[in-house]
Nanobody, 124 residues
Framework: QAQLVESGGGSVQAGGSLRLSCTASVWIYSTYCMGWFRQAPGKEREGVAAIDSAGRTNYADSVKGRFTISKDNAKNTLYLQMNSLSPEDTAMYHC??????????????????WGQGTQVTVSS
């Protein structure tokens, strides 16, 4: 049984919006920071957004002001609202259980588990 399942990807034109969803197992959702990373063909993984159990968020500089991460604890579901999309945002987006920094904030670059991903394609 998959522990992280994403949905909501698709194809949009530049300037458009998409909302991704991720349903997590109870254990993962209650244990870890939750977030999203993306990976485009031929490129490294890039941590995009994270949220901890207290609702504190952090974002990659490349998406600040355009993407918003949120969660619904009653549904063990994570969301990523993506606005003002550009072709540079084209990638496979993965929901992930994240590590934690010494400061207590989620670490956008340490992944303990992740889903199979949902494709986001932005055309110019």
């Amino acid at each position: 049984q998959a522990q992280l399942v994403e949905s909501g990807g698709g194809s949009v034109q530049a300037g458009g919006s998409l909302r991704l969803s991720c349903t997590a197992s109870v254990w993962i959702y209650s244990t870890y920071c939750m977030g999203w990373f993306r990976q485009a063909p031929g490129k490294e993984r890039e941590g995009v957004a994270a949220i901890d159990s207290a609702g504190r968020t952090n974002y990659a500089d490349s998406v600040k002001g355009r993407f918003t991460i949120s969660k619904d604890n009653a549904k063990n579901t994570l969301y990523l609202q993506m606005n003002s999309l550009s072709p540079e945002d084209t990638a496979m987006y993965h929901c992930a259980a994240l590590g934690r920094l010494g400061s207590g904030y989620c670490d956008l670059w340490v992944y303990h588990a992740w889903g199979q991903g949902t494709q986001v394609t932005v055309s110019s």
